[in-house]
T-cell receptor, first 114, second 108 residues
Framework: DSGVTQTPKHLITATGQRVTLRCSPRSGDLSVYWYQQSLDQGLQFLIQYYNGEERAKGNILERFSAQQFPDLHSELNLSSLELGDSALYFC?????????????FGPGTRLTVL | GQQVMQIPQYQHVQEGEDFTTYCNSSTTLSNIQWYKQRPGGHPVFLIQLVKSGEVKKQKRLTFQFGEAKKNSSLHITATQTTDVGTYFCAGSWGKLQFGAGTQVVVTP
């Protein structure tokens, strides 16, 4: 158990819909990362937050947005969903968001778009 | 853009054999991390290498950082079924970037 929690574990929805994925970082960690992992694919970095502020952006679509709240939990919003958005979405947290930090991954949310 | 390349993409290993997976970058890295993801699981941190030529061992796993800090390797000796999973390297130029991973299948 990494100490990072993600809800829900599974999400099934239809094309065109909007969903919100939630992540709570490890106690004491200030930085949160979001990754997308499609079937048999690597980890595609989406976005990073540090103490409520966006720190780095990866290959995140305009239809996707995220935020980190004052209590440090984070939400990833996916809208106008397409079949290709079906994937495993991981949240990770680290202490201060430095590149030398260990990233602790949550169990992931499996999104299926029908 | 900058990226880390991992080879091979897939590795089928007989139980008891050794194998090595490689991670390469076109530019010098400040550090490199290795993670393991078991089937159905999430990535778990294994180790971080920072110094040029650094070698670290964890039981049957040996991690090495190249002298030029542009490549790294993970060598597993006497592979066991518990070694099944995908091994990711993550290199940093100030921002950590994950490679595509090496998926390891172990045949008993």
């Amino acid at each position: 158990d990494s100490g990072v929690t993600q809800t829900p574990k599974h999400l099934i929805t239809a094309t065109g819909q909007r969903v919100t994925l939630r992540c709570s970082p490890r106690s004491g960690d200030l930085s949160v990362y979001w990754y997308q992992q499609s079937l048999d694919q690597g980890l595609q970095f989406l976005i990073q937050y540090y103490n409520g502020e966006e720190r780095a952006k990866g290959n995140i679509l305009e239809r996707f947005s995220a935020q980190q709240f004052p209590d440090l939990h984070s939400e990833l919003n996916l809208s106008s969903l397409e079949l290709g958005d079906s994937a495993l979405y991981f949240c990770a947290s680290s202490v201060v968001g430095a590149d030398t930090d260990t990233q602790y991954f949550g169990p992931g949310t499996r999104l299926t778009v029908l | 853009g900058q990226q880390v390349m991992q080879i091979p993409q897939y590795q089928h290993v007989q139980e008891g054999e050794d194998f090595t997976t490689y991670c390469n970058s076109s530019t010098t890295l400040s550090n490199i991390q290795w993670y393991k993801q078991r089937p159905g699981g999430h990535p778990v941190f294994l180790i971080q290498l920072v110094k040029s030529g650094e070698v670290k061992k964890q039981k049957r796993l040996t991690f090495q950082f190249g002298e030029a800090k542009k490549n790294s390797s993970l060598h597993i000796t006497a592979t066991q079924t518990t070694d099944v999973g995908t091994y990711f390297c993550a290199g940093s130029w100030g921002k950590l970037q994950f490679g595509a991973g090496t998926q390891v299948v172990v045949t008993p």
